[in-house]
């Protein structure tokens, strides 16, 4: 994100993208305008949220019209920088990793996964979903500055040891989702996303804090 744009509270920049994926559905289904209602319906935040968030950028809805569709998405596009593709590098090319390299995270935001790496020698110099494997020993002769970004998919032990190697070659964000919690220095950011315990957890809370269902 853009460093003018700082000025937005953590919490609402996580819902950028949440925001933006939606109302491009909207723009490409032709509709002009949106209300907050409508929008918080769609992903999911109360709609006063909604509100906040948007005053944030000056977004002002207007009562009895709400939000201007092609207003909001030029400024969610040079907020969130899709107009610049992001490069993304992926470690360990297993069943997660193999997913992820044939998912098109391009179709909703602009973010790429350029190249990836594994030790596996029967994978190395292979090619998954376009992208090419290469040698996990080969990294730092292979790897470019302009990808600050990683997604870490490899067994949980060794994950420390690469992102100790990511960060002294320049990655500045890690996504992290293995079950390791990784320790970087202050100037990197990992986000850690375990699919087990988020699995977990879902089921504990359908036991626990049942919803009500509608009569
Ligand atoms: P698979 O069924 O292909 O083994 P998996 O996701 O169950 O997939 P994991 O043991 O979690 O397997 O390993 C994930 C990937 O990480 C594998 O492709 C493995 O070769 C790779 N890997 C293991 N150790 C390292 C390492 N030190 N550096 C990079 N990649 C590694």
């Known amino acids: 994100m853009k460093s003018e744009q700082m000025k937005i509270p953590q919490a609402t920049a996580k819902r950028l993208p949440l925001y933006y994926r939606f109302l491009e559905n909207l723009h490409s289904s032709g509709k002009q305008r949106v209300s907050s209602t409508e929008l918080s319906e769609a992903v999911k935040v109360d709609s006063a949220t909604i509100r906040r968030d948007f005053s944030y950028f000056g977004a002002l809805g207007k009562k009895g019209y709400g939000y201007n569709v092609n207003y909001l998405l030029s400024f969610f596009r040079e907020t969130l920088d899709q107009d610049e593709l992001t490069k993304v590098m992926l470690v360990g090319v297993g069943n997660l990793g193999t997913a992820f390299l044939h998912y098109n995270f391009f179709k909703n935001n602009n973010t790429q996964i350029e190249m990836a790496f594994d030790v596996d020698e029967d994978k190395v110099g292979t090619n998954v979903g376009g992208v090419e494997i290469h040698d996990l020993n080969q990294f730092e002769a292979l790897h470019t500055e302009n990808i600050t970004v990683a997604i870490l998919t490899v067994p949980a032990p060794v994950a420390q040891k690469?992102?100790?190697?990511?960060?002294?070659?320049?990655?500045?964000?890690?996504?992290?989702?293995?079950?390791?919690?990784?320790t970087v220095p202050d100037s990197v950011r990992v986000h850690h996303i375990d699919l087990a315990v988020e699995l977990q957890a879902l089921v504990y809370f359908l036991k626990h804090y049942p919803l009500d269902s509608p009569q």
């Open 162 to 182: 690469i992102a100790d190697r990511l960060v002294a070659a320049g990655v500045k964000g890690i996504l992290n989702f293995t079950p390791a919690r990784l």
